[in-house]
């Protein structure tokens, strides 16, 4: 007689095991009002082939917005990252804040691929201005600002 309650027990353990396993986590936001929704952001509108709205959301030094010129020059640097990531699904997302207006976010893609963002606020919006891609076991290339100048 002590067999159905034994069963139900472990029935219910095992359900609610299940919730735990399959539970998942909400979508981070896309949006330019934090900065990983920034990055999000960056990586959306390069898979999605908009390079040249790619080149809105980067920015000088202390957030301070890019020329048009300056943002023409860099859509031939974003076309051939988009040929490189677009489409790679994103593995891992971490953040650091160094300041309450400067942060720096690593998105990992496909396990082989790192984006590292440097990102500053200006009013409420946080703008990249700084990226470097870093292939697996390679040493980074700086994408934007153009280590030359």
């Not at 330019?32 to 509108?45: D, E, N, S």
Request: hydrophobic residues 40%; charged residues 20%.
């Amino acid at each position: 007689m002590t067999f159905p309650p034994m069963l139900l027990s472990i029935g219910l353990l095992l359900g609610g095991c299940q919730n735990w396993w399959t539970a998942r986590q909400e979508p981070l936001p896309s949006d330019p009002t934090t900065p990983v929704g920034t990055a999000l952001l960056f990586k959306k509108l390069l898979d999605s082939g908009s390079t040249a709205d790619a080149t809105c959301l980067l920015a000088a030094s202390r957030g301070k917005p890019l020329l048009a010129e300056q943002r023409y020059e860099l859509l031939p640097e974003l076309e051939r990252l988009r040929s490189l990531v677009g489409g790679l699904p994103i593995t891992y997302c971490r953040t650091d804040s160094s300041a309450p207006f400067r942060s720096v976010v690593w998105l990992e893609l496909d396990y082989l691929y790192t984006l590292r963002f440097t990102l500053d606020r200006r009013d409420s919006l946080w703008f990249i201005t700084a990226l470097e891609f870093i292939p697996w076991h390679r040493p980074a290339v700086p994408l934007f600002p153009d280590p030359a100048e």
